[in-house]
């Protein structure tokens, strides 16, 4: 790395539409961009989001989620709904995340989204992690910064997301999570010592593993080897 220059996490892209121009240069016409949000949450799901945008009706202000406020985001996100040729949202919950773990849930709720679209894609731009699909791809580091097709998806599952903590916060109001967002925010880690996990938090992240009180994986194992 030469010196001043920056490394690579603090590196500001500027989001653009270069990529996907280049693609349909190359013939292809619907291309897709999928990424997900909450992959460091305590809280519920993990969830996806896939777009495919329509080069004739463009949006502007595309950018990296959570480099938006939640206003701004609640706008371009009903922009892509109402503009783009198809797009899909889709979630895996915490007890998946337990089994599989994040990674893999991750890259199954971007092929969940990819999958029900209404119009299939040609090509798929990916945040950072290859996706086992049959469509040809291409994963790009901090694609959400840098992808208008990949921005629009962490917009709409970033909204998505928000909205379903906003009603989980009505369950659990002891927790905060229409603030917090599940995430390990202190209050967070606060209400977790004091009242345990709810069945919505993720049981194999610290610090809930270390506060939960009883744990259904352990409770079905000794179940399977009862007498």
């Given at each position: 790395?030469?010196?001043?220059?920056?490394?690579?996490?603090?590196?500001?892209?500027?989001?653009?539409?270069?990529?996907?121009?280049?693609?349909?240069?190359?013939?292809?016409?619907?291309?897709?961009?999928?990424?997900?949000?909450?992959?460091?949450?305590?809280?519920?799901?993990?969830?996806?989001?896939?777009?495919?945008?329509?080069?004739?009706?463009?949006?502007?202000?595309?950018?990296?989620?959570?480099?938006?406020d939640?206003?701004?985001?609640?706008?371009?996100?009903?922009?892509?709904?109402?503009?783009?040729?198809?797009?899909?949202?889709?979630?895996?919950?915490?007890?998946?995340?337990?089994?599989?773990?994040?990674?893999?849930?991750?890259?199954?709720?971007?092929?969940?989204?990819?999958?029900?679209?209404?119009?299939?894609p040609?090509?798929?731009?990916v945040?950072?992690?290859?996706?086992d699909?049959?469509?040809?791809?291409?994963?790009?580091?901090?694609?959400?910064?840098?992808?208008?097709?990949?921005?629009?998806?962490?917009?709409?599952?970033?909204?998505?997301?928000?909205?379903?903590?906003?009603?989980?916060?009505?369950?659990?109001?002891?927790?905060g999570?229409?603030?917090?967002?599940?995430?390990?925010?202190?209050?967070?880690?606060?209400?977790?010592?004091?009242?345990?996990?709810?069945?919505?938090?993720?049981?194999?992240?610290?610090?809930?593993?270390?506060?939960?009180?009883?744990?259904?994986?352990?409770?079905?194992?000794?179940?399977?080897?009862?007498?």
């Amino acid at each position: 790395m030469a010196r001043g220059t920056p490394p690579h996490s603090e590196k500001k892209w500027k989001c653009q539409g270069v990529l996907e121009a280049e693609l349909r240069a190359r013939g292809y016409r619907f291309i897709a961009g999928a990424d997900e949000v909450g992959r460091g949450s305590l809280f519920g799901a993990v969830v996806a989001g896939a777009v495919i945008l329509s080069p004739d009706a463009p949006v502007r202000g595309l950018n990296d989620s959570k480099q938006l406020d939640a206003e701004r985001r609640e706008v371009l996100a009903e922009r892509i709904r109402e503009r783009a040729v198809a797009w899909s949202v889709a979630a895996v919950d915490a007890a998946t995340i337990d089994r599989i773990n994040i990674y893999q849930a991750s890259r199954l709720a971007m092929k969940m989204a990819l999958e029900t679209l209404s119009t299939q894609p040609n090509f798929v731009l990916v945040d950072a992690v290859p996706l086992d699909i049959r469509i040809p791809q291409q994963p790009i580091i901090q694609g959400d910064a840098r992808c208008h097709a990949i921005a629009a998806a962490s917009i709409l599952a970033k909204v998505h997301r928000d909205q379903m903590m906003r009603t989980w916060d009505q369950f659990y109001p002891e927790y905060g999570l229409a603030s917090h967002k599940g995430y390990h925010a202190p209050e967070h880690v606060a209400a977790l010592r004091k009242y345990g996990p709810t069945p919505q938090h993720r049981l194999s992240f610290f610090p809930v593993s270390d506060l939960a009180f009883f744990s259904p994986l352990a409770s079905t194992q000794i179940e399977m080897f009862a007498a």
